[in-house]
């Protein structure tokens, strides 16, 4: 009994220490979330630092959010599984994921040997990019599985490729090419001239995939930010287009569609089923159709989610 209350008692403090430090949170606000007193919130932030709970990131994995990684791996078959702790004041909120990545990318990056690591777009995969820890790796190689030009020839605010390459100083193989061409056809021949073939060629090898998992709503992020307009947008969602890694959108089974913007997309289709470690980073019960659907259609083999994203997940 003495062993499970100390452990519930970490648990406390490490959930303290995650909203404070991760989700920066005032200890008035945790007390509120935890339902203790100030005093409380505050013993146990600082018994999170006085058990090196965490350090710049979090380091006691929470029995709830490993229990609930465990139940996703078993269920979907998953070779990496995460679940942070759930922000009650920002159920939407990328840094507890972010962080996950972060550290998912520093254990990668810090190998000896040539690693090549392969990225998407999105808020989240930006976030874990800015948290990596700098390091000298001019062996590894970073490539991009997204075209990063826009409609109107502007790139992405969302490219990750060259900022990890700057805190790494590894080679690095942006898709210089417009997220959509006019036409299948036109598509076709560009994905197919050298440079980009190189691109392609790199991607193929690929240790690591780490990609954003969008919803197909209105207020889908590849129309949000201007790469799909809402006719486009709308004719997906028609022949039941529910999320989308890459750009790629897919049906509620996780089939990848052959229809719309699909046929113009310049990205590096997902592997069906994956075989490259693939993981998706999302969080948020808007985005939990579209995770579950990637989850049954293979098309990722791992997960970094929070709790709530997690147990939505599941009770479906």
């Not at 935890?34 to 018994?47: E, F, G």
């Not at 006085?50 to 269920?75: D, Q, W, Y």
């Not at 969080?283 to 709790?307: R, W, Y």
Request: charged fraction near 25%; proline fraction near 5%.
């Amino acid at each position: 009994m003495a062993a499970e209350n100390e452990k519930s008692r970490l648990d406390d403090a490490a959930r303290a220490g995650w909203l404070y430090f991760i989700a920066g949170h005032t200890q008035d606000e945790i007390a509120k979330m935890l339902q203790v007193s100030r005093a409380s919130a505050q013993r146990l932030v600082s018994l999170c630092l006085a058990e090196r709970l965490i350090t710049f990131r979090l380091e006691h994995p929470i029995a709830a959010c490993m229990e609930l990684a465990a139940r996703l791996k078993g269920r979907f078959g998953l070779s990496h599984c995460e679940v942070v702790p759930a922000d009650p004041a920002a159920p939407q909120a990328t840094a507890g994921i972010a962080e996950r990545c972060a550290n998912l990318l520093d254990s990668t990056l810090r190998s000896e040997t040539p690693v090549i690591v392969a990225l998407g777009t999105g808020r989240a995969v930006r976030a874990a990019v800015e948290r990596v820890t700098p390091i000298d790796r001019p062996n590894h190689q970073i490539v991009s599985l997204v075209g990063n030009i826009s409609a109107d020839g502007s790139a992405s605010f969302y490219d990750t490729v060259g900022r990890l390459a700057d805190r790494t100083g590894a080679r690095h193989y942006p898709m210089p090419l417009p997220f959509l061409m006019s036409s299948e056809d036109e598509r076709n021949k560009m994905v197919r001239i050298e440079p980009i073939a190189k691109v392609k060629a790199v991607a193929a090898k690929a240790d690591l995939r780490l990609v954003g998992i969008g919803q197909m709503d209105q207020k889908a992020q590849v129309h949000v930010d201007g790469f799909v307009t809402r006719d486009e947008l709308f004719e997906m969602m028609r022949q039941g287009a529910i999320g989308e890694i890459t750009g790629w959108a897919y049906d509620a089974k996780g089939r990848l569609l052959k229809a719309g913007t699909n046929k113009r997309l310049t990205s590096i289709p997902p592997e069906v089923p994956a075989r490259t470690t693939t993981i998706g980073a999302a969080v948020g019960m808007a985005k939990v159709p579209a995770i579950a659907a990637a989850l049954n259609g293979h098309l990722i083999n791992g997960l970094i989610t929070d709790e709530a994203t997690a147990q939505a997940i599941l009770e479906r």
